[in-house]
Structure formats: C-alpha cells, structure tokens
C-alpha cells in the first residue's frame, strides 16, 4: 500500500480522489443479515469505486465505495491477485508494493461525497488518472458488474474444468503455475439460446509464450534434444495434463516451436479430461490455445470471458 501520501486529508469535493484510492473511513452503513441497516466498523477504511472523473465531478454528491478486508487468509490473497474472486478488488502490485489490499466489492455501497471530506487517504494504487495502472483499476472494477450471464444448461460443460482450476490456482504444482501464464479463458458460442450449441474456448496466453504457427520450425522433433526435460521414449500421445504442464514450465524459456507444441497438447487434454459436452445442450466444445496477438478485436468481441470462480447455475449456492 503507497505510503507517499498518507498524511493527506481528501479535499472539498473529493478533488483529490482517484479510483481505486482508499480512506479511512472507519464506518459505514450496510445491511446487516437481517435485512435492517446497521453501522459496521472498517478499520482497514474504504476503497473508492466511482470513476475518477464522477468522483471529482462537483455536481456528484455521492460515491461508491467498498469496505477493505482486514485480514484476508493466503487463499483470499492468491485468489484476488489472479481474478478469480472478481467482487474481490485486488490493489497494488506485489512485485513493487508490500502492502496491496482488497476491497469487498459485494458488500459496496454509495456515500455522500461530504462524509469523505478531510479524512486521511491512506492508500494510492493509481499514481496518475490516467494510464495502465487506471485503467486496470477500472477494468477490474467493471468486470465485477458485468460478467456475462452463460446459461443454465452450460454450466455442467465446465464443472471439472472450474473445480481442477479453483482447486490448482495459486498452488506451487505444474497445473497452477501454468494457469498463472494464462492471461484468459474465453468462449465462442454459435449461439447461446438454444440447445445443440457449438463452442469454442480460447486459452490465451502472451505473445512471449506462443509463437504463429507459420513461424514453427517445419524440421522439428518431438525428442530429448528439442524438448527439455524429455525421458526417453516419452510419447506425446500418452502425456498426463500434470506432465504436460511440467514440460511447458521446463521449456517457457526455450524451444518456441517446442513450447507451441506443448501448448496445443495441453489444449487438446483440457478438452479430452476436463470439458463434458452432453451432446443436447452442447454438442460440440473445441479447446484453442493462442496467444493475445491472435485474440483479434473481432474475435475479442464474439467471445465471452469464461469466470471459472463464479460460474453457476441458478441453483448454485456460489454467487454468478
């Protein structure tokens, strides 16, 4: 968490408020589980979810904001950090920042802007208002709000994929550090109010990790001189998802042709162990690994984020 400007007090109108900053706002009113509102203490403050510009905007009288956790366990930690709680706000960075915090957005409420004027700010994460660090602030922001409501019946398609990656994400095996170089999981549906639909899911991953398939070396081998980490007469038929994953980890910084090649294997296993089209409500599910390059602005927008954490039905107890 930014100490730089904890000394100073927000200012009339909140000019000098940005998304994503956090005050320490020691109460607010929120409804309790009886359904009355009640006073609840936030001794960790608030942070500011409102857009910067409506925030400093003087004909705003109000401000949404959401409570910091106060002690969040390791798995709260790592779930944040990778996006996997989306109504859980991770802010800073823990490369650069020892004090990131996370914001609960499920229990976020609006406050008049005059209830934040001359507390201490007691955090920055967003050094200027505009910029890749705002803009990600935003993004997450958004995201909480906007999920894509995938229907009922698709849900069961994706159980074991959802349950495998809440279950590995963040852990130290071969399956959660591969899932940290996944940048996303999207869904290409031809259609998604019927049943018989077609899909596709896109695993995409930096452009450093996955090289165009004209650039592969037309000359290469699957064997010990090429793949790092190879055992002799190892088959890339017969590999498990965790021995894949181990292979790619041995050769991210290798081989590119090699590297291309593991992903498509950890693709096509994805689909063959962890996807369960029914065949009525989805009869077809294709698996592509590609990178952010090939995920085109056309492409983007036919497709829809897939959120493992959240994903449910409507008789789910997890919250869509």
Not at 219 to 233: C, D, I, M, S, Y
Not at 304 to 309: A, K, R, T, V
Request: with cysteine; net charge negative.
């Amino acid at each position: 968490m930014s100490n730089a400007n904890t000394e100073e007090l927000v200012a009339h109108e909140c000019a000098n408020l940005r998304q994503g900053d956090v005050v320490e706002l020691t109460e607010l009113w929120l409804h309790g589980e009886d359904g009355h509102p009640q006073r609840v203490k936030t001794p960790a403050g608030v942070a500011i979810l409102s857009q910067t510009c409506d925030v400093v905007q003087p004909s705003k009288e109000r401000c949404l904001v959401a409570p910091v956790l106060s002690n969040p366990d390791s798995e709260g930690w790592s779930l944040a950090r990778k996006g996997r709680k989306p109504l859980h706000l991770y802010l800073g960075s823990p490369e650069a920042d020892p004090t990131p915090c996370i914001a609960d957005m499920e229990r976020a409420v609006s406050v008049p802007k005059a209830e934040l004027v001359g507390l201490p700010r007691k955090a920055r994460y967003v050094d200027a208002a505009s910029g890749d660090a705002a803009r990600k602030v935003a993004w997450r922001v958004g995201r909480a709000f906007n999920r894509f409501p995938f229907p009922d019946e698709v849900y069961p398609v994706f159980e074991k994929l959802r349950r495998k990656v809440q279950s590995k994400s963040g852990s130290p095996g071969n399956l959660g550090r591969v899932l940290d170089i996944v940048e996303a999981l999207r869904i290409y549906a031809d259609q998604w109010t019927s049943p018989r639909r077609m899909l596709t899911l896109y695993v995409v991953v930096a452009e450093s990790s996955l090289i165009p398939p004209d650039d592969m070396d037309p000359n290469w081998r699957w064997e010990p001189a090429r793949v790092t980490g190879l055992r002799n007469g190892e088959s890339d038929t017969n590999l498990t998802l965790d021995r894949v994953c181990e292979l790619i980890l041995a050769n991210k910084e290798g081989d590119k042709t090699t590297l291309a090649h593991l992903w498509r294997i950890f693709g096509d296993l994805i689909k063959q162990t962890l996807l369960q089209p029914d065949g009525e409500e989805v009869a077809s599910l294709e698996v592509e690994v590609l990178s952010d390059v090939e995920m085109t602005y056309q492409r983007y927008m036919q497709t829809e984020s897939l959120d493992l954490e959240v994903l449910s039905d409507s008789t789910s107890t997890q919250t869509r």
